[in-house]
């Protein structure tokens, strides 16, 4: 997971080569790289101290959480039970008022 810094400053492009130049481009990393195949925004007080950003995935055995706003990045994985256990991957995740979901791509 990377974040790209002003990337509303960079060059727009009608094709995706030339891509922006990295190394004029902090691309900075956030967590660990195996959150899942797709993530969903949540705006929520998960931590009880007042509402941050994060972004929710779901791996085979593990709900991934990353906080993006409201102090420095963290990330959490936690155990999630009950999930259907012939699922190789999560790949849809979306979210709607304060649910988050995610569907199996079998």
Same mark, same amino acid.
């Given at each position: 997971l990377r974040k790209i810094?002003?990337?509303?400053?960079?060059?727009?492009?009608?094709?995706?080569?030339?891509?922006?130049?990295?190394?004029?481009?902090?691309?900075?990393?956030?967590?660990?790289s195996k959150l899942g195949?797709?993530? /969903?925004? @949540?705006?929520?007080?998960?931590? !009880?101290?007042?509402?941050?950003?994060? +972004?929710? *995935?779901? &791996?085979?055995?593990? /709900?991934? @959480?990353?906080?993006?706003?409201? !102090?420095?990045?963290?990330?959490?994985? +936690?155990? *999630?039970? &009950?999930?259907?256990?012939?699922?190789?991957?999560?790949?849809?995740?979306?979210?709607?008022?304060?649910?988050?979901?995610f569907s199996c791509n079998?």
């Amino acid at each position: 997971l990377r974040k790209i810094s002003k990337v509303q400053d960079l060059p727009a492009y009608k094709w995706r080569h030339p891509s922006p130049d990295k190394r004029k481009n902090k691309i900075a990393k956030l967590g660990k790289s195996k959150l899942g195949a797709d993530m /969903a925004v @949540v705006h929520a007080n998960l931590e !009880g101290t007042g509402a941050k950003t994060y +972004l929710v *995935a779901l &791996g085979k055995k593990t /709900a991934n @959480v990353v906080r993006v706003s409201g !102090g420095p990045v963290e990330q959490w994985s +936690l155990r *999630a039970k &009950g999930l259907d256990e012939t699922c190789e991957t999560w790949g849809s995740a979306w979210s709607f008022k304060t649910e988050v979901y995610f569907s199996c791509n079998k």
